[in-house]
């Protein structure tokens, strides 16, 4: 089992539709966890980080936490064309012998169709 | 300047060369992070360190070698390069606030 795994779609909204992105990880040392958006060719980008359980908002973007079922999302609201590229889930591992392992999913293309 | 830069940006090597991908930061942070993305895996981790004593193993060091020569620099070796090492490479750096990447080297072997 891979230690933080995504849908690697490709998804594709329309847009102004809602984007949601989702995000489960193994290892419950994790405690800190981040969405990055990567254009082609070009290196990620952070986008949001989240800590506790519960929503996180910033602009058009709400990152959700559920430590017990051990689960991360993304919500992009309002999507644009813009928006599409891929978007990398991470996990920071806060104890134990992986201390401060910073592990990416595969990623999931997100296409927004005008 | 570039928080995190790394040089070349491109590279083409033969196998069996000995190359160094080399990145320094000037963020002021004790960690850093080596990456390689292939297409449909995502950002695999190679090695990372939390200063120039502590060093740790990623999911695929192997055939792969690293150097902090100080809080700012962290250099990733390929003793022996072979094709399927063809890839691009980012060296990482932040905390729990989050991490910012360079630009990137695009490495083939040939």
């Known amino acids: 089992q891979k230690e933080v795994e995504q849908n690697s779609g490709p998804l594709s909204v329309p847009e102004g539709a809602i984007a949601s992105l989702n995000c489960t990880y193994s290892?419950?040392?994790?405690?800190?966890f981040f969405w990055y958006r990567q254009y082609s060719g070009k290196s990620p980008e952070l986008i949001m980080s989240?800590?506790?359980?519960g929503d996180k908002e910033d602009g058009r973007f709400t990152a959700q936490l559920n430590k017990a079922s051990q689960y991360v999302s993304l919500l992009i609201r309002d999507s644009q064309p813009s928006d599409s590229a891929t978007y990398l889930c991470?996990?920071?591992?806060?104890?134990?012998?992986?201390?401060?392992?910073?592990?990416f999913g595969q990623g999931t293309i997100l296409t927004v169709h005008p | 300047d570039a928080d995190v830069t790394q040089t070349p940006r491109n590279r083409i090597t033969k196998t069996g060369k000995r190359i160094m991908l080399e990145c320094s930061q000037t963020k002021g942070h004790d960690r850093m992070y080596w990456y390689r993305q292939d297409p449909g895996l995502g950002l695999r981790l190679i090695y990372y360190s939390f200063d120039v004593k502590d060093i740790n193993k990623g999911e695929i060091s192997d055939g792969y070698s690293v150097s902090r020569q100080a809080q700012a620099k962290f250099s990733l070796s390929l003793e022996s390069a072979i094709p399927n090492q063809t890839a691009l490479y980012f060296c990482?750096?932040?905390?729990?606030?989050?991490?910012?990447f360079g630009s990137g080297t695009r490495l083939t072997v040939v």
């Open positions: 290892d419950r040392v994790s405690q800190s």
């Open positions: 989240i800590y506790s359980n």
């Open positions: 990482a750096t932040g905390d729990q606030g989050g991490y910012t």
């Open positions: 991470a996990a920071l591992a806060a104890g134990g012998t992986s201390y401060g392992k910073l592990t």
